[in-house]
């Protein structure tokens, strides 16, 4: 139990456009989910927490008019990157808490690489 | 602010080996500490959490609030614990992490 997906696993965009991950958990509800940006070698940095029916919350400098989140259902929350650019090419992780497990269990989805050209 | 630090990019030790990752936090109030493993292309998983004082696949960690520590352990390696660990501090709704410290264990 306790899986997260998310989609698509890599996405190559052209500069400009927009480009929409989704994170879902699959059997579980889950009320609050979290997106992660991860450069190569270096650890996750939290952009947001999402959660669900209410608007998300940025970490400091991370643009929210650039990362668009969506946290529509108990299932599913979604990131849309808006007008790409190649400094926005990283690894993006979301996870996902489960409060029927307890207030610490996060699962993670196995991340979206997205390269902007 | 909270911090996680983990000094170590690259830790090899041969099988059968004790070894030990460090993580340092800063952090003023009581920490709620974690380590995660990610396994070659496998996604992140949670290895073990202070408050349950388990031990996971061979794996403690101990808080010291005195160095402000969270170590992780294991007394003899295996190859199959090879893969990137990350410690992490929980607050506030939100989870931190330290920059990984990837383990080789070599046969």
């Known amino acids: 139990g306790a899986v997260v997906s998310q989609h698509p696993s890599r996405v190559i965009c052209k500069s400009g456009t927009s480009v929409k991950i989704e994170c879902r958990s699959l059997d579980f509800q889950a009320t609050t989910m979290f997106w992660y940006r991860q450069f190569p070698k270096q650890s996750l940095m939290l952009m947001a927490t999402s959660n669900e029916g209410s608007k998300a919350t940025y970490e400091q400098g991370v643009e929210k008019d650039k990362f668009l989140i969506n946290h529509a259902s108990l299932t599913l929350s979604t990131l849309t990157v808006t007008s790409a650019h190649p400094e926005d090419s990283s690894f993006y992780i979301c996870s996902a808490r489960d409060m029927g497990r307890g207030l610490y269990e996060q699962y993670f989805g196995p991340g979206t690489r997205l390269t902007v050209t | 602010a909270q911090r996680v630090t983990q000094p170590e990019k690259l830790l090899s030790v041969f099988k059968g080996a004790p070894v030990e990752l460090k993580c340092n936090y800063s952090y003023s109030g009581s920490p709620e500490l974690f380590w995660y493993v990610q396994y070659s292309r496998q996604r992140l998983q949670l290895l073990l959490r202070h408050i349950s004082r388990e031990s996971i696949k061979g794996f403690t960690a101990d808080l010291n609030k005195g160095e402000t520590s969270f170590h992780l352990k294991k007394p003899f390696a295996q190859e199959e614990d090879s893969a990137m660990y990350y410690c992490?501090?929980?607050?506030?709704?939100?989870?931190?992490f330290g920059s990984g410290t990837k383990l080789n264990v070599k046969p």
């Open positions: 992490a501090l929980y607050n506030f709704n939100k989870f931190y």
